[in-house]
């Protein structure tokens, strides 16, 4: 029996909540809860971990951006070149999906009193990516609750 291939681009995926901060509040930091459709006891999710999965690590349109970026498990890095197709392990995948970082915008219109001091926080991929091919039916649902974490 065939298994349908479905490519998950990272670029279109939720990233976790962002909340609003104003200045002059403790903010809640509170985690919030991900529904994660994957459950395995430890050896089951050794093997799903180390299965073969072809990514591609795209260009983020930087200047200056490196062209190899390295990702390290456990003291073994796997150099990932951008804009190519590679075979990798899926913990690897899991290290792009948890790099994220964030950016945050102001309004900076004194009129508006109070109302100025709220920062709106942007979460992006330090290092966007899509999976072109994934074997596992269970990859697809692991990968969106991975990027979904914060």
């Known amino acids: 029996m065939a298994t349908k291939q479905v490519a998950v ?3 279109n995926e939720y990233l976790g909540a962002t909340n609003v901060m104003e ?6 930091i509170s985690q919030e809860i991900i529904d994660s459709p994957v459950t395995m006891k430890d050896a089951e999710l050794e093997a799903f971990m180390n299965e073969p999965v072809m990514v591609t690590v795209l260009s983020s349109g930087r200047d200056n951006e490196a062209e ?3 990702v390290s498990v456990n003291g073994v890095t796997q150099m990932f070149k951008r804009d190519t197709a590679i075979v990798v392990k899926r913990k690897y995948v899991e290290r792009l999906a948890r790099a994220k970082e ?9 009129r508006l009193g109070e109302a100025m001091n709220h920062v709106k926080p942007h979460r992006s991929l330090r ?3 899509q999976v072109n091919r994934d074997d596992n039916p269970k990859g697809a649902a692991w990968l969106r609750s991975i990027l979904a974490a914060v």
Request: net charge negative; glycine share 8%.
């Open 9 to 11: 681009d990272s670029t």
């Open 23 to 28: 200045f002059g509040i403790v903010p809640d």
């Open 68 to 70: 190899y970026i390295p």
């Open 102 to 110: 964030t950016g945050y915008t102001q309004n900076l219109d004194e």
């Open 127 to 129: 290092y966007p990516f």
